[in-house]
């Protein structure tokens, strides 16, 4: 089963599946596992657990398929490059200039390889903008002068680092060390739940554009900061 990518997932997983064994978390644990919390609905994962409850033959196929990770070296390579880099650099570098609020696209921030894929990015922003700002994600493209995706890159980086774990490819104290990066990093960008949310859904508009994943992932997070069940009403941001 493809757990990252299939679009039957946003609509038919379990709301906020639980372990059923939990190991008890500490507030600071539970809030770094919500970071990822689109992603576990998404994915259909435990919400409030290192371990993602799914099958290890499948979290292995899939970590190779989406990511290329097969081993301890090839984890650790992607979760450091999602912690120190990730899509955000392509958002910070076209931000600017697909806002109206810039002049051209900042290359100053990427690396030569990484200049080739600016003109996908821009145009799935485009392409997107209109949808956004109809679930009022944004007012109008003048406000993603003023955004952080920082959330798409430590959301993905909390869902790897658990896979990463569950097929053994890094230790437990490895992974909260990631986890709790993402929760600081996030803490750094944003003050609420709400601001995150924001910042993930327009992260993946960038990276997919506005296809019908784009409006699943719209309703997760709205079902996330609405729903009394929540685990973003579980735990404070």
């Not at 689109?38 to 899939?62: P, R, V, W």
């Not at 570098?93 to 690396?111: H, N």
């Amino acid at each position: 089963m493809n757990i990252f990518g299939m679009l039957s997932d946003l609509f038919n997983s379990e709301d906020y599946k639980k372990n059923p064994a939990p190991r008890e978390l500490t507030d600071e644990q539970l809030a770094g596992i919500s970071i990822g919390a689109i992603n576990s609905e998404q994915t259909g994962y435990y919400c409030d657990s290192l371990e993602t409850g799914a099958e290890i033959f499948d979290i292995k196929e899939n970590l190779e398929d989406y990511y290329g990770i097969t081993d301890s070296a090839s984890a650790v390579d992607t979760l450091d490059w999602l912690l120190e880099r990730g899509h955000r650099v392509y958002f910070d570098a076209i931000k600017g200039m697909v806002s109206g609020r810039g002049t051209g696209v900042d290359v100053s921030g990427l690396e030569p390889g990484e200049q080739e894929r600016v003109g996908g990015y821009i145009s799935n922003l485009e392409e997107a903008s209109e949808d956004l700002a109809e679930e009022d994600y944004i007012n109008d493209k003048s406000d993603l002068a003023d955004i952080s995706v920082t959330a798409w890159d430590m959301g993905r980086l909390v869902l790897v680092t658990r896979c990463c774990f569950d097929a053994g490819y890094i230790s437990e104290n490895d992974a909260w060390r990631y986890i709790n990066s993402a929760r600081i990093s996030c803490k750094e960008q944003y003050g609420s739940w709400k601001e995150l949310a924001r910042g993930y859904v327009i992260g993946r508009a960038m990276w997919s554009g506005g296809d019908m994943s784009l409006s699943g992932i719209m309703a997760i997070a709205e079902g996330l900061l609405d729903d009394d069940e929540s685990p973003w009403k579980r735990v404070k941001f």
